[in-house]
Every structure is written in structure tokens, then in C-alpha cells.
């Protein structure tokens, strides 16, 4: 494709999908200022969106770098995701503190006392490119890295349990069955090479060498390897008090960073991620929740999604992001916001929409 080409491409997917965030900040005066080899570059940051004209932000960072050398294009982009205005400074904020607020769901409502509860990080390390660049060797070699790191956690009676992997002939080597069990438990992720979205950004390339996941004896502190980051840290438990769970993932993440090589981070956006969505606290916080009556039994998410949205919120299909709702309405909430918010803001606004969304049920 040509350079005129490509400017008319995205012209066409900007008019029809308005919602595509790389279509909206294409610049085609900038992209021209651009050298060829960086043209080319910016086209592998933004081939996604290309491709996927249905996208939300439709774009992927290949390496730290990007985010500082394409800011032109891809700070507009990450503004308008996170409605944070062009005159205002982001600046990383971090407060795990849990030590203030109760957020204890069970306080609300009996029924809200055990509930599946998930929060994760995502994190990358700068020894690496970040997934979409990444060859076989370097994440095979980044899995060893990861993999060393666990074998401390295991010895650790905080945490112990076992590294699970998808490499063909890895000594963690999982079978088929195995794998199919941990991804309906919610705990291991999904084929990637099914997702449109992460292959054409080249993030599922070579599925499934270099993927596993740590899973520690209670199960309650998990570790991805070699998904859309690098990392996912989380902590997941039933129950209903947040803290407790916030706590969990304070405490295993300190743990873990300190077996692994430096995180990439942004002295503007705090932690770098593959997609700009993630950027900054890189945090996702949610809960399953059953809300029959918001959902029409879950055949209907649009009255929640509007609801949701007010609060802050968006919801996801019990099988995680792009999949529908499950039985009796079970959906995932958890809030928006990743960038220019605290690790605290988000748990509070976890649970501040959880019992508003509780009540209106
Ligand atoms: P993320 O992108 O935040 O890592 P996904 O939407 O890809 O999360 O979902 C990953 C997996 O985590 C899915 O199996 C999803 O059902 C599961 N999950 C998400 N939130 C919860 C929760 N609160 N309780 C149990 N499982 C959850
Ligand atoms: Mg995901």
C-alpha cells in the first residue's frame, strides 16, 4: 500500500466507525513529516486499528519508546481515552493504602458477601520489546526470566504453588485438558491466536511458545506470562471485602518485583502497556456480579452498560472482554478509569458502583 493509500484508508474508517480512536488522531500531514522509517513503525503501532476498523482505540505500543517518540499521534489518543484534557499534566499518582477505607461488600448485603472478586495489574519489563514485537526466542527467554522468578515464590510459604506452561516442551509443560480447565476456572487466559484484535498487532504470534501462568498454593495470586503485557499480576478470591483482596495483590506484587527485572514506565503515564488503554495504574478491578434484573436475565446488557457507564463503569460478559453475559445476568463491572487515578481511587470506585448498581438492582 502506498502512503496515499494508507491516508485513505483510515479517512474511509474514520467516517464509518467514529468510535476508532486511531481513525480519529490520524494525522496524514504528520505521518508524511515522518521518515520512512519511522512511517513504518508508526504503521505497525497502528495496524490493528487498521485492519479492525470496529476498534476502540486501534492501537498497540511495540516498544516503551513508542509512547515518547509517536506522542504526537498517540498522546491525543490516550487523552481522549482516559477524557483527561489536553491542558491538563498527567502525572503517575500511586496510593495502595487500603489502611483508610473499608470497602467491604458484605456490609452492604448478606448476598454480596461472597462474590468472585478479581483485581490485576499489568506490568512489562524493559529487557524486552512488549509482546507485539517480540520474536519466539525472546519469549521463550522472557518466560525463563518469569519462570525463575516463580521458582523464589514457590520456596516462599506466602505464596508456594506451581508455574504452568503452554511452551511445547517446557519442563512446566501443561496438557490440552489441563489448560481447557484453567480457563473456565477464569484463571488462564484464552487461545490469543483467536483474537483478530492481538493478531494483527502480532501480540499473539507465536501462540502458544513462551505462555504460562504462575498460580500460587490458594490460588488467590496469579501471574500471566506472555498475554497483551508482558506480566499480568493478579489476586482473585471469593468474598466480598475488597481490601482484603487489594491487600493480596500489594503484597505479592512488591514480592515479585523485586525477583524480576525493572518494570518499563513512562516518567508521563507511570506504567507502560501494550494497549494506551492501560496505561498508568495498568489496573483492572472487578467483580462478578449477578444482576438478573439490569440485564433481563443477561440477554440485554444495554440498560446496565448505560447505568454502568454513569458510574464509571464498564461491564464485561462473564468469559471477559468480548464475551456475553453469563447465567442469571452474571457480568463483570469493574471501573474505567486506569491513568491519572490511584490504585485506591479505583478500588473505592469499584465499590461505591458496586452498591449503587446493588441498590438499583
Ligand atoms: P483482563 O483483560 O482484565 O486481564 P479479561 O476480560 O481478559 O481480563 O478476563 C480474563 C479472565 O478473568 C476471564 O476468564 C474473566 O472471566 C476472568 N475474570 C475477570 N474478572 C473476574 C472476577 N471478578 N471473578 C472471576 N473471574 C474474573
Ligand atoms: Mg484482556
Given amino acids: 500500500m502506498t502512503n496515499q493509500e494508507l491516508i485513505e484508508k483510515i479517512k474511509t474508517i474514520k467516517e464509518a466507525q467514529p468510535g476508532n480512536l486511531m481513525a480519529r488522531h490520524f494525522d496524514a500531514a504528520y505521518f508524511l513529516s515522518l521518515d ?130 503452554t511452551t511445547p516442551g517446557s519442563p512446566h509443560e501443561i496438557d490440552e485438558d489441563e489448560y481447557e480447565h484453567r480457563v473456565k476456572a477464569h484463571q488462564m487466559f484464552k487461545d490469543m491466536s483467536a483474537d483478530p484484535y492481538l493478531n494483527v498487532a502480532g501480540i499473539s504470534a507465536d501462540w502458544p511458545h513462551g505462555r504460562g501462568m504462575y498460580v500460587s498454593r490458594d490460588e488467590d495470586f496469579l501471574v500471566w506470562v506472555g498475554e497483551e503485557d508482558h506480566l499480568r499480576i493478579m489476586a482473585m478470591q471469593h468474598g466480598g471485602n475488597l481490601n482484603v483482596l487489594f491487600e493480596r495483590l500489594r503484597a505479592g506484587l512488591e514480592t515479585l518485583t523485586g525477583l524480576l527485572p525493572p518494570f518499563a514506565t513512562s516518567p508521563t503515564y507511570g506504567n507502560v502497556t501494550s494497549c494506551p488503554t492501560n496505561l498508568g495504574a495498568g489496573m483492572r478491578a472487578s467483580l462478578h456480579m449477578k444482576l438478573p434484573g439490569l440485564t433481563s436475565h443477561g440477554s440485554d446488557l444495554t440498560r446496565l452498560k448505560q447505568e454502568a457507564k454513569k458510574l464509571g463503569l464498564s461491564v464485561r460478559g462473564a468469559g471477559g472482554e468480548h464475551s456475553g453475559a453469563g447465567k442469571d445476568g452474571l457480568v463483570d463491572i469493574s471501573p474505567s478509569a486506569r491513568l491519572g487515578v490511584t490504585e485506591m481511587e479505583i478500588m473505592q470506585r469499584l465499590y461505591d458502583g458496586a452498591a449503587a448498581l446493588w441498590a438499583m438492582e
Fill in 36 to 165: 520512512e522509517h519511522s512511517r513504518q513503525r508508526l504503521v505497525r503501532i497502528i495496524a490493528s486499528g487498521i485492519e479492525n476498523p470496529d476498534s476502540q482505540m486501534g492501537a498497540y505500543a511495540m516498544n516503551p519508546q513508542d509512547y515518547d517518540q509517536f506522542a504526537t499521534m498517540l498522546d491525543p489518543m490516550i487523552r481522549d481515552s482516559h477524557g483527561i484534557p489536553a491542558d491538563i499534566e498527567i502525572a503517575p499518582q500511586n496510593d495502595w493504602d487500603t489502611g483508610g477505607t473499608a470497602c467491604d461488600l458484605g456490609a452492604i448485603d448478606e448476598r454480596l458477601k461472597d462474590v468472585s472478586m478479581r483485581v490485576r495489574v499489568a506490568r512489562n519489563v524493559s529487557t524486552f520489546p512488549l509482546p507485539g514485537a517480540m520474536s519466539r526466542e525472546q519469549r521463550v527467554a522472557f518466560e525463563s526470566v518469569a519462570a525463575q522468578a516463580f521458582t523464589k515464590l514457590i520456596e516462599d510459604p506466602e505464596f508456594g504453588g506451581q508455574y504452568l506452561s
